[in-house]
């Protein structure tokens, strides 16, 4: 292979002039005049006590940023992690042999044993590399490379892709600049049914490949953004389109936040699904209340291409006839954080999976070391069913969590 084709990052990637460790805002720095490389450790450590039993929540990784030259930045993670999980997470993982942001895992305790909590052995790994600068009189061109779940909208419960979902391969191409956003995505996806049996004992999970295009205008007081995306999988002529609208509105201390969305499988049948949140904010303090609804079939036909991954749908991760309600108190002080309270309440229903109950959600977390992103928390599940409970899918039961998170969730 022509060396001509990396003549244009010789420099850019020529060897580092300076060293420098610091264990205060980072664990290990790496420095030059050019560029700058952070390394951190990941470390999470829950002790959980339920109804009857004990268990850990532990994640051991690692996180890196990189910045080169001003143009080019990377970054990502790779984390391993034994749980014991709450039992809304339990009954789900069991029923779906997923588990959220996650994907498939391997169980350390019998899965056949509902009584008790489920514990899971499962690792992640997630990274980018993102070139951002001008091309010609073109200002404000990006070009990623990543396999981070893509988020679109500002809701706090997106209906068609989350930060949240499990982490898949993606190529985007953007421009945006102080106003206006335009954004090419091509993306791939696992299915959740298997292919034949190749040269592996296993046969494969099939595959999606997803084209996204989102654009959008917004300003301090308003914005609004549109999506269109198109899924197909690999090996059929099946696909799936999907259509969604987010926007949001800011007056005062008051804000809302909105999306509509519908698909090729859902539009003429069902309908529109759609999610809204209104909030009060100010100085330390925040409220709101958050109301979300999808339609049987926004996210695809039985044996049919689906608008999923990992074989758990995105966005909402139970799919389809899903209707959520709940009010939530953040406080925490924007100039230094310290302590953090949070807390929310709410309603789930959904016929796929027979759930029909509701969930009362506390956390309070106290800074030991801002620059290191080093917390203790303590943090309760509780889940509330009907005294006419006549769903046996329904969870029960509560989790009461403490311990120490450090370089894994942002305050």
């Avoid at 420098?20 to 951190?40: E, G, M, N, P, Q």
């Avoid at 049948?269 to 999808?294: K, P």
């Amino acid at each position: 292979m022509s060396l001509s084709l990396f003549a244009a990052f010789s420099n850019t990637l020529s060897g580092q002039i300076s060293t420098t460790y610091s264990l205060r805002s980072h664990a290990i720095t790496f420095k030059s005049d050019r560029s700058t490389v952070t390394l951190d450790p990941a470390i999470t450590f829950l002790w959980l006590i339920g109804d009857g039993y004990t268990g850990f929540d532990n994640t051991r990784g690692a996180t890196f940023h990189a910045e080169i030259d001003g143009n080019f930045t990377a970054g990502g993670q790779l984390l391993e992690r034994q749980s014991t999980l709450s039992p809304f997470l339990s009954n789900f993982s069991r029923t779906s042999s997923r588990l959220p942001g996650w994907g498939r895992f391997k169980t350390i305790s019998p899965v056949l044993e509902t009584e008790l909590p489920l514990i899971v052995d499962i690792a992640k790994a997630t990274g980018f590399i993102n070139w951002a600068g001008n091309i010609g009189p073109l200002e404000g061109i990006n070009v990623k490379l990543s396999n981070d779940p893509i988020n679109f909208g500002w809701g706090r419960s997106p209906l068609l892709l989350s930060r949240e979902d499990v982490p898949y391969p993606s190529l985007n191409l953007g421009w945006e600049n102080d106003s206006y956003h335009l954004a090419f995505n091509a993306v791939e996806w696992i299915g959740d049914t298997r292919g034949v049996i190749g040269g592996t004992t296993e046969a494969l999970f099939s595959q999606s490949r997803a084209f996204l295009i989102s654009g959008g205008y917004e300003n301090e007081v308003w914005g609004i953004s549109s999506l269109v995306g198109r899924a197909s999988e690999s090996d059929s002529i099946k696909s799936i389109s999907a259509l969604s609208l987010s926007g949001f509105v800011e007056i005062n201390d008051f804000s809302s936040k909105w999306e509509v969305a519908t698909s090729t499988s859902s539009f003429s049948t069902d309908g529109i699904s759609w999610s809204l949140t209104g909030e009060y904010s100010h100085e330390n303090i925040s409220a709101g209340v958050n109301l979300v609804s999808t339609k049987r079939q926004l996210y695809g036909l039985a044996n049919e291409t689906t608008w999923s991954n990992a074989g758990i749908p995105l966005g909402v991760i139970t799919g389809g006839d899903t209707k959520t309600s709940s009010l939530y108190f953040d406080f925490r002080n924007k100039t230094s954080t310290t302590w953090v309270f949070q807390t929310e309440m709410g309603t789930l229903k959904n016929v796929n999976y027979d759930y029909n109950f509701t969930w009362v959600r506390g956390r309070c977390s106290r800074v030991i070391s801002e620059s290191w992103n080093m917390f203790g928390t303590v943090c309760f599940d509780y889940i509330i069913t009907p005294s006419s409970n006549d769903l046996p899918q329904n969870p029960s039961g509560n989790m009461l969590s403490m311990g120490i998170i450090h370089g894994i969730s942002n305050l």
